[in-house]
């Protein structure tokens, strides 16, 4: 290769890259777009299986015997 001709070399293969690479959007574009309502149901069941792991959804602490502490008078700040 001659010295100083490498731009024009790779100026080639990246022309012949952006044609393929546009070819091959074209030419996909339909299946892809026939994918998209299956791609959205599945980052819907995504984000729900999240939101419910970073809850803590099922991991409540676990609950009184419902026995209340002392009740507090009026003076003390507690309720009417």
Do not use: D, N
């Not at 959007?25 to 026939?34: D, I, K, L, P």
């Not at 149901?41 to 999240?50: H, R």
Request: glycine content about 14%.
């Amino acid at each position: 290769m001659l010295p100083g001709r490498s731009w024009i070399v790779r100026g080639a293969l990246l022309a012949f890259a952006a044609i393929g690479v546009f070819f091959m959007v074209t030419e996909h574009r339909a299946h892809s777009f026939g994918m998209l309502p299956y791609l959205l149901l599945g980052v819907c069941v995504l984000l729900l299986y999240l939101v419910w792991q970073f809850e803590g959804h099922g991991k409540h602490p676990p609950q009184s015997s419902g026995k209340r502490g002392p009740k507090r008078s009026r003076a003390e700040g507690g309720a009417p």
